[in-house]
């Protein structure tokens, strides 16, 4: 086998929604020299540094979604039809469609039928296989199943079973290394997930650009009409709700409200009604001490606490569910937006935000956010829901905080956003942690310095054994001529 120069990285899933799939295709480009075929679902759009990578080259697989119209009552029968197309389709992609590669890097989960199609390919094409464990697929489908489900038992093996097989393994915590080595016969590779270049602190004129962008999506409440509505109603078009603009110098308003930020895929693992608490705890602390106010004292006070606009970014099976859940909250002091963001504006609106909130606890309990990774490198401080191995990256009091319960989570909004925006020390000394934080790892160092070296190690074992076949072909044909020509003498 010949130098081919290639990588093939595998997303049975939505590439936009995979950003560490996506920086990985970058590195392998930028830092490894190589031609990247990346297969995957469409759907959202992918970084444009992805899709304008001369070397960079997608393949778009179409998916399976007149299984989802099938009554819930056939579910088993759906989990095995929507698996046996989606393996028939990575077959043809992996076999046929796509280059040959020197090595396949796949994200795990989905374990069935990812690990055992690109097991397959990775024998048939001669290529090394790298299994990127993000979590543990079965753990996610005991969410829906329950852990005792046979389905749940029968998709651990084949997720532990083609799993071993590979010729290298990177994983996103320590915790999941442990978990791995001890339990699961793997050994791999602790690739923490960093922020790429392009997450950073926004500049003035950013956020201006971006806040006049996304004014008509701050215009439209979810069904109600709200404190930000009133706002946005009688600003000058040099206005935004955050910044304004005067003989060409961009400000930050000083009555503005703070900005909050959650990143959520909608899902049963992240319980959003905690936030929804907490937001009305807020509000109902803040007003109650306007309410009745009599000196000038008090209501000063009740100055100290600003108005909270949360934006919540991301799509998801249970989004429509609490939007109507906000719909009900009747909130005088804090406002709810949705949206989706482009590749280039979500890296902006964190960079332009105050305090990001993260309501992951993972299906396993030994991944981590890759979100918080995102903010910390926009330089924002985080309150993240507490769970095992959390501690590895949110360092509580340093550039977070974490909490367990609504109420907890309602405190420290109340501790940070006092004095907001210029007397809130609390926040300013986590804000000045998260740019430690962020500016202290890159993705491409941390790439350089434990992902490359696998990469390149699972190709010269592959090398090694391909070698090693074709010597013993070659032996074997010499073997076969020489007793043919003995027994034609």
């Known amino acids: 086998m010949g130098k081919r120069g290639r990588a093939c990285v595998v997303v049975l899933g939505d590439l936009g929604r995979s950003p560490r799939m996506q920086y990985h295709a970058l590195s392998l480009a930028r830092q490894a020299s190589l031609q990247v075929d990346i297969v995957a679902y469409g759907g959202s759009i992918p970084h444009e540094a992805v899709l304008k990578h001369p070397s960079i080259h997608i393949h778009t697989m179409a998916q399976p979604r007149f299984i989802n ?20 389709m990575l077959l043809w992609f992996l076999f046929v469609k796509v280059p040959a590669p020197d090595i396949f890097l796949v994200q795990n ?29 079965y753990t996610l489908l005991a969410l829906s199943l329950g852990r005792n489900n046979l389905f749940v038992s029968l998709y651990r093996w084949f997720e532990k079973h083609y799993g071993k097989m590979a010729t290298g393994s990177l994983c996103v915590t320590k915790a999941m290394q442990h978990e791995l080595e001890q339990n699961w016969g793997v050994s791999a590779r602790v690739l923490y997930d960093q922020p790429p270049e392009f997450f950073r602190p926004a500049l003035l004129e950013e956020r201006h650009e971006l806040f006049c962008r996304v004014k008509k999506d701050l215009c439209h409440p979810i069904g109600v009409y709200d404190i930000i509505s009133r706002e946005l ?22 009555n503005r409200p703070a900005l909050v930020v959650s990143s959520t895929s909608w899902t049963p693992d992240e319980n959003f009604g905690i936030l929804l608490e907490a937001a009305v705890m807020y509000d109902r602390r803040v007003a109650a001490r306007s309410e009745g106010s009599e000196t000038a004292e008090i209501a000063e006070e009740q100055r100290l606490y600003p108005n909270l606009l949360f934006i919540i970014t991301g799509k998801g099976p249970e989004k429509e569910m609490y939007e109507e859940k906000i719909k009900r909250l009747n909130l005088k002091h804090v406002a709810f937006r949705t949206m989706w963001l482009s590749a280039e504006d979500y890296p902006l609106l964190l960079g332009s935000a105050d305090l990001g909130v993260c309501l992951h606890t993972s299906s396993s309990g030994l991944d981590l956010p890759m979100k918080v990774v995102d903010m910390f490198g926009c330089g924002l401080p985080v309150c993240s829901v507490s ?8 360092k509580d009091g340093q550039n977070g905080l974490l909490f367990s319960s609504s109420s907890e989570l ?15 020390d ?12 962020g500016s202290s790892g890159r993705w491409a160092t941390e790439w350089e310095d434990c992902a490359k070296p696998l990469i390149t190690q699972a190709k010269s074992y592959l090398k090694m054994r391909n070698d090693e076949r074709e010597l013993k072909t070659g032996v074997l044909g010499c073997l076969h001529n020489l007793l043919c020509g003995i027994k034609f003498c």
């Open 387 to 394: 769970y095992s191995c959390i501690q590895e990256l949110v």
């Open 109 to 137: 989960p989905p374990s069935v039928p990812t690990l055992i199609a690109v097991k397959w390919a990775s024998s048939w094409r001669r290529a090394a296989f790298v299994v990127d464990w993000h979590n543990f697929g």
């Open 233 to 254: 109603e009688n600003q000058e078009p040099s206005e935004t709700l955050f910044t304004t603009k005067k003989n060409d110098e961009i400000s930050l308003k000083q």
């Open 410 to 424: 309602a405190d420290q909004l109340l501790i940070l956003f006092k004095g907001f925006p210029r007397n809130c």
């Open 426 to 437: 609390a926040l300013m000394s986590l804000k000045a942690g998260a740019m430690e934080t």
């Open 69 to 88: 119209l099938l009554p819930k009552i056939l579910y088993p029968v759906t989990l095995l039809l929507k698996a046996f197309i989606q393996f028939t």
